[in-house]
């Protein structure tokens, strides 16, 4: 018989980094956000998550990244279950990088120390308050500056910048985390189509260069299958279709209770 140890298990690169599996999920134990949602992310790939406002979206971010436990079902992070008395799921979620809908971003402090918050876990708390950094970490915040295109603009307030600059910003500060995973929360929203496409143009170079798997919400049907390998459409709670894209086909798609007209009428008012 082989002995297989278990605890040895958290250090292998899995297929899957979120595993979701009949999820429910409700803020006042009455009425349920999400309703028996299952869902699988596997590492590398570029997942989305479209629905209208109030479906969902940005609930399914907070159990993928641990701020909200749900209320039936099981969340799985690198096939890990939430426990924040373990120490490996502790560095584990540490590297989960995420971008809220509001960005979250100090206004009146330079582009430089907003990102230099990502850093902060691996910093000593009395020189991140001097502003006392390490020339590596330093280097760090000026390379992803240069990866999002904003390296010349360091030194500016937050406030100066325009809504696609703020963005990259955001970016810039979960990539200086070094996170394994990117969450974003409609960062594209209320943008112009030239400058969302920028944004996410953006995104796929980091992913690349930091062999990242991001998992977007959007509002946008047609961006969501110009950039991700998977398009989940979350509809009043329920996951009612998934769609793997390769290029510009559809290679599959699983479907709920939605019917094929409605799937059409929604692409199609994207």
Request: hydrophobic share 40%; proline share 2%.
């Amino acid at each position: 018989m082989v002995t297989i140890n278990t605890a040895s298990f958290s250090s292998i690169a899995t297929l899957s980094v979120i595993q979701m599996r009949n999820v429910s999920a409700s803020y006042d134990s009455k009425s349920f956000v999400l309703k028996n949602v299952s869902m699988n992310v596997k590492r590398g790939s570029n997942y989305a998550i479209v629905g209208a406002s109030g479906s969902g979206k940005s609930t399914l971010l907070k159990l993928m990244n641990g701020m909200m436990i749900p209320s039936d079902g099981v969340v799985l992070y690198n096939y890990q279950k939430p426990d924040l008395k373990n120490k490996q799921y502790r560095k584990s979620i540490s590297k989960i990088g995420y971008i809220p809908q509001t960005l979250g971003l100090v206004k009146n402090s330079s582009v430089l120390d907003n990102v230099m918050i990502g850093g902060l876990p691996r910093l000593n708390s009395i020189n991140s308050f001097f502003k006392n950094f390490p020339k590596e970490e330093l280097q760090h915040a000026h390379d992803v500056l240069k990866l999002v295109g904003l390296d010349e603009k360091s030194n500016r307030k937050v406030h100066m910048l325009s809504g696609g600059e703020k963005r990259r910003v955001a970016i810039a500060r979960a990539l200086m985390q070094k996170p394994d995973i990117l969450l974003a929360d409609e960062i594209v929203s209320e943008l112009d189509a030239v400058t969302a496409r920028e944004i996410m143009d953006v995104i796929r170079d980091a992913q690349k260069k930091f062999n990242l798997t991001a998992i977007m919400i959007h509002h946008d049907m047609n961006l969501a299958l110009e950039y991700a390998n998977r398009v989940a459409v979350i509809k009043e709670g329920d996951k009612v279709l998934e769609i793997g894209v390769e290029g510009d086909k559809i290679i599959d798609f699983q479907t709920g209770d939605m019917s094929q007209k409605e799937i059409l009428e929604m692409y199609n008012e994207s």
